[in-house]
């Protein structure tokens, strides 16, 4: 069974540009979750998807963050316009429906690195 | 959810055992402790996961006492490959959608 998958691996753009990110989680997870580490933090959450419903966006720092899951499958991370406190990794993570297992184990991508310049 | 401490970094050598202690004094009641283990450029791995007692699987033991404040997670045998970050988190894992919240680790550093 293939994990989850994250592309790019890592991503190189200047201050003002724009970057999509692409999840594209364990097949038949519902659960689809977007977290990121920068420099010298702790990974924090950004939000979760249930299917193609945000469940919780708590986490996203401002409305430069845009995140979709059209069609509740892959999900993209649309950062416009990037700065420079934006580089960090984006970790990915998904998990099954909650009616079938009894907790909620997540499955975390390898991650993008994120450099702006 | 719940606050874990744990140690920032630890030294082992091959072959030899490891537990990492983590501290969750303000657990509730429907909170699992969960670990999860870090390769460089990687990300986090589930290792193991408990509400009480002891559990075991093929990786690693997860030890909670009875008033489950505090979790040791037992790594037998470790090798240069057990090299990582080990993450404790506690909280409702019995709820979908929750998010995790990491702290900073600990770090285990392997040598031959």
């Known amino acids: 069974e293939a994990g989850v998958t994250q592309f790019p691996s890592h991503s190189v753009i200047e201050k003002g540009q724009t970057v999509t990110l692409r999840c594209d989680p364990i097949?038949?997870?519902?659960?689809l979750y977007w977290y990121r580490r920068v420099m010298g933090k702790e990974i924090k959450f950004l939000l979760h998807?249930?299917?193609?419903?945000?469940?919780?966006e708590s986490g996203m720092p401002n409305n430069r963050f845009l995140a979709e899951r059209t069609g509740g499958t892959y999900s993209t991370l649309k950062v416009q316009p990037a700065e420079l406190e934006d580089s960090g990794v984006y970790f990915c993570?998904?998990?099954?429906?909650?009616?079938?297992?009894?907790?909620?184990?997540?499955?975390f991508g390898p991650g993008t690195r994120l450099t702006v310049l | 959810l719940a606050k874990t401490t744990q140690p920032i970094s630890m030294d082992s050598y091959e072959g030899q055992e490891v537990n990492i202690t983590c501290s969750h004094n303000?657990?509730?009641?429907?909170?699992?402790i969960t670990w999860y283990q870090q390769f460089p450029s990687q990300g986090p791995r589930f290792i193991i996961q408990?509400?009480?007692t002891k559990v075991t699987n093929e990786v690693a033991s997860l030890f909670i006492p009875a008033d489950r404040k505090s979790s040791t997670l037992s790594l037998p045998r470790v090798s240069l490959s057990d090299t990582a970050v080990y993450y404790c988190?506690?909280?409702?894992?019995?709820?979908?959608?929750?998010?995790?919240?990491f702290g900073k680790g600990t770090t285990l550093s392997v040598s031959s």
């Open positions: 408990g509400y009480k």
């Open positions: 303000n657990i509730a009641t429907n909170d699992y």
């Open positions: 998807f249930v299917k193609e419903s945000k469940q919780d």
């Open positions: 993570a998904s998990s099954q429906d909650m009616a079938s297992v009894s907790t909620d184990t997540q499955y």
């Open positions: 097949s038949g997870h519902d659960n």
């Open positions: 988190l506690v909280g409702a894992f019995n709820q979908a959608g929750t998010a995790l919240i």
